[in-house]
């Protein structure tokens, strides 16, 4: 299961941060740091539910309910490691004010990196940028964390791998195909269509 392969990862890892993903819940969070505590460096990242679809339809709780979690996860987690990394789950959703109500509350209980995920791909990039610059500027203890953000990109991956049994004693019943639409190769051997991918870095200007 989830909790013994980040357990051995954690044991066989010499250069790595090794980061276990844990609920805004006690038990999620003991046992996220069990896990991790054979690692020369551990992290657990905790997160909740902050958009008003989550509290009420999801956790069946008000604001204050929400904060308090954050705050106490936040708390627990840290008293494991001193390397905590909160999320707030579906963060383009919430409201602004309260969202930077939640990340001023991880940080104050001991968060060292927020990270800001758009979870269901719900803002443009110039929207989720915007959100990004409101948060850093609207915290007031912003500056005591690292910032990350996580995007859907699998809505429109960079290559998709095909296969396509009609084309099989045609062209080949295998292809690479890019985001725009264009087969980069087609074929009947998979590893060599596969190939295309796997090309060196060339310097092309200088």
Not at 138 to 147: L, Q, W
Not at 153 to 165: A, D, F, G, N, Q
């Amino acid at each position: 299961g989830d909790f013994e392969s980040v357990q051995e990862i954690a044991r066989r890892s010499k250069n790595s941060v090794i980061c276990g993903l844990a609920r805004a819940q006690a038990k999620d969070i003991d046992v996220c740091a069990d896990a991790i505590k054979p690692a020369r460096q551990g992290r657990i990242h905790t997160f909740i539910g902050t958009s008003p679809l989550h509290r009420k339809y999801q956790m069946s709780i008000d604001e204050a309910e929400v904060l308090s979690r954050v705050t106490a996860s936040v708390t627990r987690a840290r008293s494991y490691t001193d390397n905590v990394e909160w999320s707030a789950m579906d963060a383009t959703r919430t409201e602004v004010d309260f969202l930077c109500a939640c990340v001023e509350a991880a940080i104050k209980a001991g968060a060292t990196t927020v990270n800001i995920p758009d979870t269901v791909g719900y803002a443009t990039p110039d929207e989720f940028a915007a959100l990004i610059h409101t948060i850093i500027e609207h915290v007031p203890n912003s500056d005591k964390a690292v910032f990350s953000v996580f995007r859907h990109t699998s809505e429109v991956p960079l290559y998709r791998i095909e296969k396509c049994p009609e084309l099989a004693r045609r062209q080949g019943a295998y292809s690479v195909v890019a985001a725009t639409g264009l087969i980069m190769k087609r074929g009947h051997d998979l590893a060599r269509v596969l190939a295309v991918l796997d090309k060196g870095v060339r310097l092309v200007a200088v």
